[in-house]
């Protein structure tokens, strides 16, 4: 309310007056409470509604493949509200009313959320993986000279159902990043008098916390070339609505919003998750002759990366004839609605992509470090934002010398947008060559079975009657 009607000016004579230290340091706390909001709700969300459904049982199993879907759905359909009401608000000076419905809606979602409590499965806590991770990288530190032999057969591993990460699987032994094998050889110095029969964690460890180690390492190339593709999907909020603005967005009496076309984004993630489900996916299970679920996690994302190549083409290709059609008054006669297709090409890759992603590190990520792998998703997009603020402060920098406007100059008539789109397909592309050899570098986890639960944990508070013995170590 202060930020928006401000003290001692309104009268177009007088300057406003300043706002205080308080007014605006409580602007940043909000802003950065955002932030924080998000970056605690979004990645266990996904991993809490993961766990609703028993990945054994084959018809829960499918529904867990399709919430990824849904879930994202979901987001976007938040995204539309947001850039329909929340705009028209924006775009009329209210943005106390616009605060307060956003509060209204979190607060909405808040009750949503406690309605199904009874109803929730819960896991118990597996530890701190942070001090398993520690424990592995200090075990072989320590054992850096040792020449480990090959095979799993001399390194150690808890017997029967006790697990280094608890309620968790056992992991099996992959080769790979065999420095790591060290933490799990077994010496004399292990067993001593003080622990012969409990070694030292930053001693000796598990294989389970070894391969734990060793999966985050192979995510690791995974997660980077997705942050490439978050620098085109950046794009979509930041120079396509400056494109947009220089087009004509006049329908009749009415002018479109350049923010607005967003909903063609929203439109086509909302088509394309229903094809790929109901379509796609059936296709080619039943090409293959297998009862899968379809195209691979890894796949779906390298034809999200390419999917994205072609929206920026399509956005290079506009922007072209943008400038072609530019009038004496500055303005482009090209109607803003041929930005339709780049938008939905984007919406179409990010099915692709951020659903692949978010079950993949969700597949892929050991039991312990399943919010891990959700947060994994939700920090490439932040990543993808400080990139191509980068990027674009690094082509300003260099296509603004010997006095030329630049690429991107505040009048778009003057610069070559299109160049700075093409530019993004090329590095695009470069990035799908990469993550096609890092793809075939991956090696998927392997477990080999649940692990114990400590015997005065308490039963589960699942009202399923599907539940098999398989599930008996929910809490």
Not at 430 to 445: E, N, P, Q, T
Request: one cysteine or more; hydrophobic letters at 45%.
């Amino acid at each position: 309310m202060f930020l928006v009607k401000p003290n001692g000016c309104g009268d177009e004579e007088h300057p406003c007056k300043k706002h205080t230290s308080l007014e605006i340091g409580l602007f940043y706390v909000s802003t950065y409470m955002v932030a924080l909001g998000n970056g605690g709700y979004q990645p266990n969300i996904a991993t809490f509604g993961a766990d609703q459904f028993d990945e054994e049982h084959p018809k829960e199993g499918h529904s867990k493949v399709a919430f990824f879907s849904y879930f994202y759905l979901a987001l976007n359909l938040g995204s539309l509200f947001s850039n329909t009401v929340l705009g028209y608000f924006e775009d009329h000076g209210l943005w106390t009313l616009g605060f307060w419905v956003s509060t209204g809606s979190a607060f909405i979602a808040l009750v949503l959320f406690l309605i199904g409590t009874p109803r929730y499965r819960h896991f118990k806590p597996s530890g701190n993986p942070i001090s398993r991770v520690s424990q592995v990288v200090v075990a072989a530190t320590k054992k850096w000279t040792l020449k480990v032999p090959a095979g799993s057969d001399v390194l150690y591993e808890v017997e029967g159902k006790e697990c280094a990460i608890q309620g968790g699987r056992k992991m099996l032994h992959t080769r790979g990043f065999k420095f790591l094998d060290r933490a799990a050889y077994v010496t004399s110095d292990d067993f001593g008098q003080e622990n012969k029969n409990h070694p030292s964690p930053w001693r000796l460890c598990t294989v389970t916390q070894v391969e734990e180690v060793k999966c985050i390492l192979r995510l690791l190339p995974i997660w980077l070339c997705t942050i490439l593709y978050s620098v085109v999907f950046t794009q979509m909020a930041s120079l396509f609505v400056e494109q947009g603005a220089a087009m004509n967005t006049t329908v009749g009496h009415f002018r479109v919003p350049p923010a607005g076309m967003s909903a063609f984004d929203i439109l086509s993630v909302a088509f394309f998750v229903f094809l790929s489900r109901r379509v796609l996916d059936p296709i080619v299970s039943r090409i293959r002759n297998v009862k899968t679920k379809g195209l691979t996690e890894l796949q779906r994302m390298g034809i999200g990366l390419i999917i994205a190549i072609m929206a920026m083409v399509s956005a290079g290709i506009v922007e072209c004839y943008r400038l072609r059609f530019i009038q004496e008054d500055g303005t482009s006669s090209l109607s803003i609605f041929w930005q339709v297709p780049q938008y939905a090409l984007i919406g179409a890759s990010e099915v692709f992509m951020y659903v692949g992603q978010l079950e993949f590190f969700n597949d892929q990520a050991p039991d312990g470090l399943k919010s891990f792998g959700s947060a994994l998703c939700m920090t490439s997009i932040s990543l993808g934002n400080y990139v191509s603020s980068l990027l674009v402060s690094i082509v300003m920098k260099i296509s603004t010398k010997d006095n030329m406007p630049g690429w991107i100059p505040g009048n778009l008539n003057r610069g070559h947008l299109d160049r700075f789109f093409f530019m993004l397909a090329a590095l695009t592309a470069i990035d799908f060559v990469v993550y096609l050899a890092v793809a075939r570098w991956y090696k998927s986890i392997k477990f080999e079975g649940k692990c114990r639960v400590d015997e005065d944990s308490d039963e589960s508070s699942d009202h399923s009657s599907n539940i098999n013995e398989l599930e008996s170590f929910r809490v």
